[in-house]
C-alpha cells in the first residue's frame, strides 16, 4: 500500500518543521508532501493535518476551505485542546478526525491511517494532554508548548478574557500561564512580553514547502 500524502498546516514554520521531523522514522507510511504557514495548500493529498498552536479555537476555521484548496479527502486537527465542546465545534464544521499532542508518533501515524479508512477518530475524554514531541517558539527558552501558545496568543493583541474564551481556560489559570512564561522570559509587563515574542518568533509566519516528485 502507498504512504498517505499528506500536508501539514499551522501559523508557525518552526510547529511544522517539528511535526515534520517527528513523523520522518514513518516515511514508509506517511509521506509530507507540503507544509504551509498562513498559505493554502496547493497540491492534492490525502490528509491535511492542521496543527492548531496560536489558535486555540476552530470557531472561525473554513474546513471546507482548506480540504477545496488542497483537493483533500481528510482535514484532521492535532491539539493539545480536547475540551469536548471544541471537539464538537471541529467536527461539525467538517473535519474528519481531532487528535490531542499526547499521542506517540507511531500512535498519530496509525490514527491518520484509521481516518483515511473512513473512521472518525477523536479523544473520548478530556485530560488536559502533555504534548510528546514536536517544536514551537519558545521551546529554546524552557517556555511549555501551552506557556507558548499564551504568549503567541498576547503576541497576536489579544486580551486575556479573550485568550481564556478561545483556550477554554479559566482567566485564572491564563494568569498563571502569563506568570510563569514572564519568568522564564525576563519580562515584566505585557508590552514587554509582547517586544520580546516579536523578537522571538512568536509573530505568525507566511511559508510554503513543496516536496519535490523525486522526493515522495
Not at 483515511?116 to 494532554?129: L, R
Request: net charge negative.
Amino acid at each position: 500500500m502507498d504512504p498517505l500524502r499528506i500536508a501539514i498546516a499551522n501559523d508557525y514554520e518552526i510547529v511544522v518543521e517539528g511535526l515534520v521531523q517527528m513523523l520522518k522514522p514513518f516515511e514508509d507510511r506517511v509521506t509530507v508532501v507540503e507544509t504551509v504557514a498562513n498559505e493554502p495548500v496547493s497540491q492534492d493529498v490525502d490528509i491535511v493535518l492542521y496543527d492548531n498552536f496560536g489558535q486555540a479555537h476552530h470557531k472561525g476555521l473554513d474546513i471546507d476551505v482548506l480540504l477545496s484548496q488542497a483537493r483533500a479527502k481528510h482535514l484532521v486537527v492535532y491539539t493539545w485542546h480536547i475540551d469536548p465542546a471544541l471537539v464538537d465545534i471541529a467536527l461539525d464544521i467538517g473535519a474528519t478526525g481531532y487528535l490531542p499532542k499526547n499521542l506517540t508518533a507511531d500512535e498519530l501515524v496509525s490514527a491518520l491511517e484509521r481516518i483515511h479508512g473512513g473512521e472518525v477518530v477523536a479523544p473520548e475524554t478530556s485530560p488536559d494532554p502533555q504534548p510528546g514531541s514536536g517544536d514551537w517558539p519558545g521551546r529554546t527558552f524552557g517556555l511549555s508548548e501551552r506557556e507558548s501558545e499564551i504568549i503567541a496568543l498576547i503576541t497576536q493583541g489579544l486580551t486575556n478574557e479573550q485568550i481564556a474564551d478561545r483556550a477554554y481556560l479559566s482567566i485564572n489559570t491564563v494568569k498563571s500561564y502569563i506568570r510563569t512564561a514572564y519568568r522564564k522570559m525576563g519580562v515584566r509587563s505585557r508590552s514587554q512580553a509582547v517586544l520580546w515574542g516579536i523578537d522571538h518568533g512568536f509573530r505568525p509566519d507566511r511559508a510554503r514547502h513543496r516536496v519535490p516528485d523525486d522526493e515522495t
